[in-house]
């Protein structure tokens, strides 16, 4: 059996500059087969673009939880108070973007992948108990292990933190490709992963990718993005730029210390906050709050 060659790619995010520069890297590399680990849409204002991108490539993709929050505001399946707050006016705005066409893509979504040229490997967005559950650099070796066990193959594969990671343990291989979109490791390159399988083993290429940051953030202002989303959008542009995680941790910021998440705040939480710590400590000085 002549070496399969299989591209990741996930979290795109409504990132068009950088999904074009990934996709002309793909391209170059001339792989078997193209499998997309979801969360296409969300946290940038070009979900419907990116999804017809995807969409006529003809590659499999699974849906992420991004997606799954489009679709709680498109079927109204949300909690009452997400029509309302400001926190989730970035959201509403990106549901309402999204095209009939788009919408009934990604309906059509499923929660795993395993590739057709090749097998050992199945892929989820965030582990195999839900799309939203992460697995990062920070996940223990025994709960990589318990993962592992959970599924048939001894090769996963996942996104939805945004940080790339490549560990094995004692029953198998975890490989996170990463984001295109919103990379969350100081790396501001679009990010994937490179698989290829020589029919017993697979070797994995963690690769990345220049794209134009700046195109991206000009389209925030002449989308409407940035004007409708307020706060979000603010925290959003951040991460672009410093590729790391402000929005959640500024939610939980804010929530745990009984403020509201408003523009007026940012400040403030940026003096708290340090992204290059650990989000655990992070955490545990936030509950340190409470005291």
């Given at each position: 059996m002549s070496a399969r060659k299989i591209a990741i790619l996930a979290d795109i995010h409504g990132n068009m500059p950088a999904l074009r520069a990934t996709l002309e890297d793909i391209d170059r590399?001339?792989?078997?087969?193209?499998?997309?680990?979801?969360?296409?849409?969300?946290?940038?204002?070009?979900?419907?673009?990116?999804?017809?991108?995807?969409?006529?490539?003809g590659w499999h993709c699974l849906r992420g939880n991004h997606e799954d929050y489009l679709l709680?505001?498109?079927?109204?399946?949300?909690?009452?108070?997400w029509w309302q707050d400001d926190e989730w006016a970035a959201s509403r705005w990106m549901a309402a973007e999204l095209e009939p066409s788009a919408i009934e893509y990604i309906e059509s979504?499923?929660?795993?992948?395993?590739p057709a040229t090749a097998s050992g490997l199945v892929l989820v967005h965030g582990s195999p108990r839900s799309n939203n559950d992460g697995i990062g650099p920070?996940?223990?070796?025994?709960?990589?292990?318990?993962?592992?066990?959970s599924v048939e193959e001894s090769l996963l594969v996942c996104g939805h933190t945004h940080r790339a990671m490549d560990r094995t343990v004692d029953n198998g291989r975890v490989v996170n490709v990463g984001s295109v979109g919103l990379p969350f490791n100081r790396?501001?390159?679009?990010q994937y992963a490179?698989?290829?399988?020589?029919?017993?083993?697979?070797?994995?290429?963690l690769r990345g990718v220049p794209y134009d940051r700046e195109e991206l953030l000009r389209t925030y202002e002449s989308s409407g993005f940035q004007a409708a989303g307020g706060v979000t959008v603010e925290l959003l542009r951040l991460e672009v730029q410093q590729a790391t995680a402000y929005l959640v941790p500024f939610l939980k910021w804010?929530?745990?210390?009984?403020?509201?998440?408003e523009s007026a705040r940012v400040a403030e939480f940026l003096d708290f906050y340090d992204p290059d710590e650990p989000l655990h400590d992070f955490f545990m000085r936030l509950e340190g709050l409470r005291s």
């Open positions: 590399e001339r792989p078997d087969e193209v499998l997309v680990g979801g969360d296409l849409v969300g946290r940038g204002p070009e979900g419907s673009r990116v999804v017809a991108t995807i969409r006529e490539r709680g505001f498109i079927r109204r399946q949300v909690p009452e108070e979504l499923h929660f795993d992948l395993r920070w996940t223990s070796d025994e709960h990589l292990a318990r993962h592992l066990d790396d501001q390159r679009a490179m698989f290829e399988y020589d029919g017993a083993e697979w070797s994995v290429e804010v929530r745990l210390t009984g403020r509201r998440p």
